[in-house]
């Protein structure tokens, strides 16, 4: 391995010093100009090995030119404002960016080498969009005004009689700890998804659940079903967005949104979940399965599971009412998707499969203040992006961009 970076470093020596009428002709010509700021062949080549690697939708090599026009306008516009990563900064942002894929940045840095794709090319990519993140809050965060009647406003949509019902497709791609960088890689490329189409694609192909066969396609349902923890980020989505990946137990969770709607009868905030759950030992078997279908079929309610569990151990039936912020993520997730008295069994639990019931959804008094103040964060950060998308619009419509 010495031997051939001796040599790769040999031929790079050798291509450097080559005449410039050769170069003109290389990977370090100017393939595009960017108010006379050069962006080279080899810089498009390396952007797009390393979009190939992320498995970014689309043509790499057109995905590349335009990322790099605008990071070439965005650099332009940090210079102006003096603006600069410090070195300490851009570690630390090149290390969380690693982390989404479950790995350290040693160890992603060796990944992506693996495929041809050089340290400053990760650098670069990370240095300019977390730059930029940083320019915009300051240029345009102590101009950002929030009223509270547009907290009101976003929190009616959240609760409350003026609720809200949501149009999702979903998907779940198992990941146990020696598949967890894959899955993570797999659902990044996923969330940059805008087509219905093609996330229902790779719902069928990769998601474990039941609705894979409908492409992941879910009912309406409300938006006090999900999470708390996910009310911003769902309604934060346009139709055909998908969220970026949620972390699970043994899993990623992505969410795309078809359509939005009013709902005046939704139910306000739910202040506690009563769920029920039965262990049926061997999960993933046929019989385990067929168990669960035989118990759904003589269940009506919660209640009816006390008969099959008599004369069973204790532990194999829990029930509980817990406020929503409690349950496991995974938990909540199922529990969302399920109505009164509905049950599903797409859990699984120390090699048990769990047939999950949902007794009740009791509903919660008005938000607090902690609630308030999530919204107001949640409707800065949109407004900011608005202005970064308009102001980016901006430079690329005065620069002088060839060919």
Same mark, same amino acid.
């Given at each position: 391995?010495? /031997?051939?970076?001796?040599?790769?470093?040999?031929?790079?020596?050798? !291509?450097?010093?080559?005449?410039?009428?050769?170069?003109?002709?290389?990977?370090?010509?100017?393939?595009?100009?960017?108010?006379?700021?050069?962006?080279?062949?080899?810089?498009?080549?390396?952007?797009?090995?390393?979009?190939?690697?992320?498995?970014?939708?689309?043509?790499?090599?057109?995905?590349?030119?335009? *990322?790099?026009? %605008?990071?070439?306008?965005?650099? *332009?516009?940090?210079?102006?404002? &003096?603006?600069?990563?410090?070195?300490?900064?851009?570690?630390?942002?090149? #290390? #969380?960016?690693?982390?989404? $894929?479950?790995?350290?940045?040693?160890?992603?840095?060796?990944?992506?080498?693996?495929? &041809?794709?050089?340290? #400053?090319?990760?650098?670069?990519?990370?240095?300019?969009? +977390?730059?930029?993140?940083?320019?915009?809050?300051?240029?345009?965060?102590?101009? =950002?005004?929030?009223?509270?009647?547009?907290?009101?406003?976003?929190? $009616? *949509?959240?609760?409350?009689?003026?609720?809200?019902?949501?149009?999702?497709?979903?998907?779940?791609?198992?990941?146990?700890?020696?598949?967890?960088?894959?899955?993570?890689?797999?659902?990044?490329?996923?969330?940059?998804?805008?087509?219905? !189409?093609?996330? #229902? !694609?790779?719902?069928?192909?990769?998601?474990?659940?039941?609705?894979?066969?409908?492409?992941?396609?879910?009912?309406? +349902?409300?938006?006090?079903?999900?999470?708390?923890?996910?009310? &911003?980020?769902?309604?934060?989505? %346009?139709?055909?967005?998908?969220?970026?990946?949620?972390?699970?137990?043994?899993?990623?969770?992505?969410?795309?949104?078809?359509? @939005?709607?009013?709902?005046?009868?939704?139910?306000?905030? @739910?202040? %506690? =979940?009563?769920?029920?759950?039965?262990? @049926?030992?061997?999960?993933?078997?046929?019989? !385990?399965?067929?168990?669960?279908?035989?118990?759904?079929?003589?269940?009506?309610?919660?209640?009816?599971?006390?008969?099959?569990?008599?004369?069973?151990?204790?532990?194999?039936?829990?029930?509980?009412?817990?406020?929503?912020?409690?349950?496991?993520?995974?938990?909540?997730?199922?529990?969302?998707?399920?109505?009164?008295?509905?049950?599903?069994?797409?859990?699984?639990?120390?090699? /048990?499969?769990?047939?999950?019931?949902?007794?009740?959804?009791?509903?919660?008094?008005?938000?607090?203040?902690?609630?308030?103040?999530?919204?107001?964060?949640? @409707?800065?950060?949109?407004?900011?992006?608005?202005?970064?998308?308009?102001?980016?619009?901006?430079?690329?419509?005065?620069?002088?961009? $060839?060919?």
């Amino acid at each position: 391995m010495r /031997a051939l970076n001796f040599v790769g470093a040999a031929a790079l020596a050798v !291509a450097l010093a080559a005449p410039s009428g050769a170069m003109a002709q290389g990977l370090f010509a100017p393939a595009v100009t960017v108010n006379g700021s050069a962006v080279t062949n080899y810089e498009l080549d390396q952007r797009a090995k390393l979009l190939a690697a992320f498995n970014t939708p689309g043509d790499p090599a057109e995905l590349a030119r335009e *990322q790099l026009v %605008e990071e070439k306008l965005k650099l *332009q516009a940090l210079d102006r404002a &003096g603006m600069q990563l410090t070195d300490e900064g851009l570690t630390t942002a090149m #290390e #969380e960016f690693a982390q989404r $894929a479950n790995l350290s940045l040693d160890a992603f840095l060796a990944q992506l080498a693996s495929q &041809g794709i050089a340290r #400053e090319t990760l650098r670069d990519f990370v240095k300019v969009n +977390a730059s930029w993140r940083d320019y915009i809050r300051r240029r345009y965060g102590q101009t =950002i005004e929030v009223s509270e009647t547009e907290i009101d406003a976003g929190l $009616a *949509q959240q609760s409350g009689p003026d609720g809200v019902e949501l149009l999702l497709n979903e998907i779940i791609i198992a990941a146990p700890p020696p598949r967890a960088a894959a899955a993570m890689a797999r659902a990044e490329t996923i969330s940059k998804l805008r087509s219905t !189409a093609a996330f #229902e !694609a790779q719902a069928r192909e990769v998601s474990a659940l039941p609705t894979r066969d409908q492409g992941g396609r879910l009912d309406w +349902a409300a938006l006090s079903n999900y999470p708390a923890g996910l009310h &911003g980020l769902l309604l934060s989505l %346009e139709p055909g967005e998908v969220t970026p990946p949620i972390p699970i137990r043994n899993g990623v969770a992505l969410f795309q949104l078809r359509d @939005i709607r009013e709902a005046p009868q939704a139910p306000a905030e @739910i202040a %506690e =979940i009563d769920y029920a759950q039965f262990a @049926i030992p061997g999960a993933g078997t046929a019989q !385990a399965l067929a168990e669960a279908a035989r118990i759904d079929a003589v269940t009506d309610t919660c209640d009816d599971l006390y008969g099959v569990a008599r004369g069973l151990p204790e532990e194999r039936l829990v029930r509980r009412s817990v406020p929503p912020s409690a349950l496991p993520r995974d938990l909540g997730l199922e529990l969302a998707r399920l109505d009164r008295d509905e049950a599903s069994w797409n859990l699984t639990s120390d090699g /048990a499969l769990l047939f999950t019931m949902l007794c009740a959804r009791t509903p919660a008094a008005a938000t607090d203040e902690a609630a308030r103040s999530a919204m107001r964060n949640q @409707i800065v950060s949109r407004k900011l992006t608005a202005r970064a998308d308009i102001l980016l619009a901006e430079l690329r419509a005065q620069a002088r961009i $060839a060919p």
